[in-house]
C-alpha cells in the first residue's frame, strides 16, 4: 500500500511564504512523476506543479513565485510558496505517478488548506 502525507499549510498574509511537504510512504514502489495542483472554491482543480525527471513545469499564474523540488531519498515532493497572492487561496494536492509490481498508479495526498488574506 501506498500513501501520501501533506503538510505545511495554513493562514498567511498576502506577501508571505508556505513550504508545503508531500511523503510518500509505502514498499515495493518506485516513485515517477509527482506534481501538485490546487482547487480553490467553486473552481476546478488545476495544475500548479509538475516535476518529472530533472524539469519542473509550473503554471504561469505562479511562475517566479513558486518552486518545487523533490528528495528522492526521503520520497518527498516540497513546494516553496513566496509572495503569496489572496487568489492562491485553494486545497492544495499533491499527485504521484508510481510504479509497483510492474503497474503503474496514480495516488493522491488528501489536501492541505492555504488561505492567504489580503
Known amino acids: 500500500q501506498v500513501q501520501l502525507v501533506e503538510s505545511g499549510g495554513g493562514l498567511v498574509q498576502a506577501g508571505g511564504s508556505l513550504r508545503l511537504s508531500c511523503a510518500v510512504s509505502?514498499?515495493?514502489?518506485?516513485?515517477?512523476?509527482m506534481g501538485w495542483y490546487r482547487q480553490a472554491p467553486g473552481k476546478q482543480r488545476e495544475l500548479v506543479a509538475l516535476i518529472r525527471g530533472s524539469s519542473t513545469n509550473y503554471a504561469d499564474s505562479v511562475k517566479g513565485r513558486f518552486t518545487s523540488s523533490r528528495d528522492d531519498a526521503l520520497n518527498t515532493a516540497y513546494l516553496q510558496m513566496n509572495s503569496l497572492k489572496p487568489e492562491d487561496t485553494a486545497v492544495y494536492y499533491c499527485k504521484a505517478n508510481i510504479v509497483r509490481l510492474g503497474v503503474g498508479y496514480e495516488y493522491w495526498g488528501q489536501g492541505t488548506q492555504v488561505t492567504v488574506s489580503s
Open positions: 509505502g514498499s515495493n514502489f518506485r516513485l515517477n512523476a
